[in-house]
């Protein structure tokens, strides 16, 4: 099985930055996808952003030009560098990786424990 540990949430005032990280450990073979992903109350988890093991990225439209997803596919980890972070951006912060574990060619998905992140205004 793959453990995903996120760390790096915290409470901001708007305006300011955060860098989230996210360690992928455990039977890992490889991993294809890894990102990030946010519920704030009330709300779905919606996707922030995510990365491949070739380095593509992709972003919401609320945070792009604000959020930096970036990873080191030797230590499977991947982080987010969160700058002028908005009230809006307050949620629960996921680490997400489709990690494959076995000999079979198949990827499956694996869930950290989410991080707070709470910008004040």
């Known amino acids: 099985q793959v453990q995903l540990v996120a760390s790096g949430g915290d409470v901001v005032q708007a305006g300011g930055s955060l860098r989230l990280s996210c360690a992928a450990s455990?039977?890992?073979?490889?991993?294809?996808?890894m990102g990030w992903y946010r519920q704030a109350p009330g709300k779905q988890r919606e996707l922030v952003a995510r990365?491949?093991?070739?380095?593509?990225?992709n972003y919401a439209d609320s945070v792009k030009g604000r959020f930096t997803i970036s990873r080191d596919n030797a230590k499977n980890t991947v982080s987010l560098q969160m700058n002028s972070l908005k009230s809006e951006d307050t949620a629960v912060y996921y680490c997400?990786?489709?990690?494959?574990?076995?000999?079979?060619?198949?990827?499956?998905?694996?869930w950290g424990q989410g991080t707070q992140v709470t910008v004040s205004s």
């Open positions: 990365i491949t093991s070739s380095g593509s990225t």
């Open positions: 455990g039977s890992v073979r490889s991993i294809s996808v």
């Open positions: 997400n990786a489709a990690a494959q574990v076995s000999v079979l060619p198949s990827f499956d998905n694996y």
